[in-house]
């Protein structure tokens, strides 16, 4: 089955600063990669996420890139806030009505006021 | 904000009781999901039901039982759970899609198993 990799579990950032979290998976199979934000007592929220026909998607400080070859996906955060410390969930699924979706082990981030 | 509700949000029960977990979706979401999250984990799938039908059941013990009353609610019965039960149960939705469905969560139920 599917594998993916997350890293770095944890990660601090001043305010202002940018962010960086990458993922890997193992199945080429794989066409979509969604990430997920959660912040403490809270449920998963979508914040952003690509299919394999494209590279890269920005939604205003947040970016995600795809490399189908090397199978690896990275989230981008520029100009870090507070409120943007949460636990960042990366997963892949090999679509084609798979309901199925893996995981990475998650990103707990911090920034720094 | 979310647009999956589950309520409650918070349960405590105890090993004999029988208690349910409820959810709730308005977008027109025909396949929704129950997960279960353990402290400091990513979410684990345990129930897809795809048009009011269970399409997958990761394994999950009889002592959790799913129900699809329509396409907008989804429950999660549970009857003689054990501590070790004790966890986050996120309900989420999503359209039947050729590729990759996309998935919502909603904000979960605290369930403490004493």
Same mark, same amino acid.
């Given at each position: =089955?599917?594998? !993916?990799?997350?890293?770095?579990?944890?990660?601090? *950032?001043?305010? =202002?600063?940018?962010? *960086?979290?990458?993922?890997?998976?193992?199945?080429?199979?794989?066409?979509? @990669?969604?990430?997920?934000?959660?912040?403490? =007592?809270?449920?998963?929220?979508?914040?952003?996420?690509?299919?394999?026909? *494209? &590279?890269?998607?920005?939604?205003?400080?947040?970016? !995600?890139?795809?490399?189908?070859?090397?199978?690896? @996906?990275?989230?981008?955060?520029?100009?870090?806030?507070?409120?943007?410390?949460? *636990?960042?969930?990366?997963?892949?699924?090999? &679509?084609? =009505?798979?309901?199925?979706?893996? @995981? &990475?082990? &998650?990103?707990?981030?911090? !920034?720094?006021? | 904000?979310?647009?999956?509700?589950?309520?409650?949000?918070?349960?405590?029960?105890?090993?004999?009781?029988?208690?349910?977990?409820?959810?709730?979706?308005?977008?027109?979401?025909?396949?929704?999901?129950?997960?279960?999250?353990?402290?400091?984990?990513?979410?684990?799938?345990? /129930?897809?039901?795809?048009?009011?039908?269970?399409?997958?059941?990761?394994?999950?013990?009889?002592?959790?039982?799913?129900?699809?009353?329509?396409?907008?609610?989804?429950?999660?019965?549970?009857?003689?759970?054990?501590?070790?039960?004790?966890?986050?149960?996120?309900?989420?939705?999503?359209?039947?899609?050729?590729?990759?469905?996309?998935?919502? /969560?909603?904000?979960?139920?605290?369930?403490?198993?004493?």
């Amino acid at each position: =089955g599917e594998n !993916v990799e997350q890293h770095p579990s944890t990660l601090s *950032v001043q305010e =202002g600063d940018s962010a *960086v979290i990458k993922c890997t998976y193992s199945d080429s199979a794989s066409n979509y @990669f969604p990430w997920y934000k959660q912040e403490l =007592g809270k449920g998963p929220q979508l914040i952003i996420d690509i299919r394999s026909n *494209v &590279g890269e998607k920005k939604d205003q400080r947040i970016a !995600v890139t795809l490399n189908k070859t090397a199978k690896h @996906f990275s989230l981008h955060i520029t100009e870090t806030q507070p409120e943007d410390s949460a *636990v960042y969930f990366c997963a892949a699924s090999m &679509g084609a =009505g798979s309901y199925q979706l893996t @995981f &990475g082990k &998650g990103t707990k981030l911090s !920034v720094i006021p | 904000d979310t647009e999956v509700t589950q309520t409650p949000k918070h349960l405590v029960m105890g090993m004999t009781n029988k208690k349910s977990l409820k959810c709730e979706q308005h977008m027109g979401h025909r396949a929704m999901y129950w997960y279960k999250q353990k402290a400091k984990k990513p979410p684990e799938l345990m /129930f897809v039901y795809s048009y009011e039908k269970l399409s997958i059941n990761e394994s999950v013990p009889s002592r959790f039982s799913p129900e699809c009353p329509n396409s907008s609610l989804l429950n999660l019965h549970l009857h003689a759970l054990q501590p070790e039960d004790s966890a986050l149960y996120l309900c989420a939705s999503s359209q039947v899609q050729t590729s990759g469905n996309t998935i919502y /969560f909603g904000e979960g139920s605290w369930l403490t198993v004493v």
